[in-house]
């Protein structure tokens, strides 16, 4: 039983604020009104996640639900069903709630300087999760725990270099390029712009490969299956598909198996996050290189929420370990995945 809220919909959240309002203001803004939610003594935290548009969201919100239960931690969870402006409205409802914590998930990187300066009035800290911010004043929060995307892009960039070393040498002689397929994650996020710009950096200094298509699928498996119909339909000559999660590339798969092609044989395809059915495609050799981004990080986000709530400093930056699955690994010491 996850006790973590039930996503606060947009009639619950404008009540919500109404509510705790009026209580504020109605009893000398007396802190945390626990009417809306059960006593308990630990601390609590307003979690704004971006949304559920993948296996890896999904993952991501439960682990932080979990170890908030673990720790006695009132969580107050806000699905922002991936809009921006419904996250501003719960970061502002938690603002009024005077949560001891805000955590978040910021789904692009900016137009977040206003409502983290009112947390900041408020003397709430802020821990951001997840993806990047840009704020004209770092002090708006106090720091970053994450995945490292630009190096996702780079492991993506270094499996291309060595499996096809030999593409240089008829580049030379034939001029003939290895053509890339970008599907690119959702526009304006930091992980996305990361894994695109670690993959070009990687890639830069070698003319023989050049991307040919690179469209925005969101993330979503739906948009992944559309953008490959449309590639496929446009290109015969592609050699490998970078995709930017385990869901775009699931659709790409869906949609080159209903054309007769051989996913991980006609065309190359590295895909990022690890979800359990990336490493089954892995293992299917429909996919050859499945580079991990960790969806795990619940127990050190309420963590670093304790101790923001106690007062304390926490590190500014702070990555957590990932790993790369290649096709030539021995596959079945890769343990379960969990999601
Ligand atoms: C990565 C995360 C991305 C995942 C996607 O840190 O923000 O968002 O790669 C998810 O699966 O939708
Ligand atoms: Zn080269």
């Known amino acids: 039983m996850i006790h973590g809220r039930k996503h606060i919909s947009t009639q619950f959240r404008i009540i919500l604020c109404i509510l705790i309002t009026c209580c504020l203001v109605g009893c000398g803004a007396q802190k945390k009104k626990s009417s809306q ?6 601390i609590i935290v307003g979690f704004s996640q971006i949304g559920a548009e993948s296996a890896w969201r999904t993952c991501n919100t439960r682990s932080v639900q979990e170890a908030a239960v673990q720790r006695g931690v009132q969580l107050v969870y806000d699905n922002a069903e991936q809009k921006q402006e419904n996250q501003i409205k719960a970061l502002r409802s938690f603002i009024a709630y005077q949560v001891d914590v805000i955590v978040f998930v910021p789904i692009v990187t900016g137009g977040w300087d ?11 800290p802020v821990l951001v999760t997840d993806r990047k911010i840009d704020v004209a004043d770092p002090s708006l929060y106090a720091g970053f725990i994450g995945t490292d995307s630009l190096k996702e892009g780079r492991n993506a960039g270094l499996f291309v270099l060595n499996k096809f070393k030999n593409a240089r040498e008829r580049f030379d002689d034939t001029g003939e390029h290895v053509n890339i397929v970008e599907l690119f994650g959702t526009e304006g996020s ?10 070009r950096e990687v890639l830069q200094t070698h003319p023989e490969f050049r991307i040919i298509y690179s469209e925005s699928g969101d ?21 490998i598909i970078f995709s930017h999660n385990d869901g775009m590339t699931l659709g790409v798969i869906e949609a080159m198996e209903e054309r007769g092609l051989a996913p991980g044989t006609d065309i190359v395809i590295i895909t990022i996050d690890a979800q359990q059915a990336a490493i089954d495609a892995l293992r299917e050799g429909k996919v050859n290189c499945v580079i991990e981004c960790n969806p795990k990080t619940g127990p050190e986000i309420i963590k670093l929420a304790e101790r923001l709530a106690a007062g304390e400093k926490i590190p500014r930056l702070q990555y957590v370990h990932e790993e790369v699955f290649y096709e030539t690994d021995d596959l079945s010491l890769i343990e379960p995945r969990g999601y």
């Open 37 to 42: 939610f059960e006593e308990g003594d630990g």
């Open 114 to 124: 206003n409502v983290l300066q009112e947390a900041k009035d408020a003397g709430i």
């Open 190 to 199: 930091s992980v996305a712009l990361g894994r695109a710009e670690g993959f």
């Open 219 to 239: 993330f979503l498996r739906s948009r992944g299956y559309e953008l490959a119909v449309e590639f496929l339909e446009m290109h015969e000559d592609i050699d």
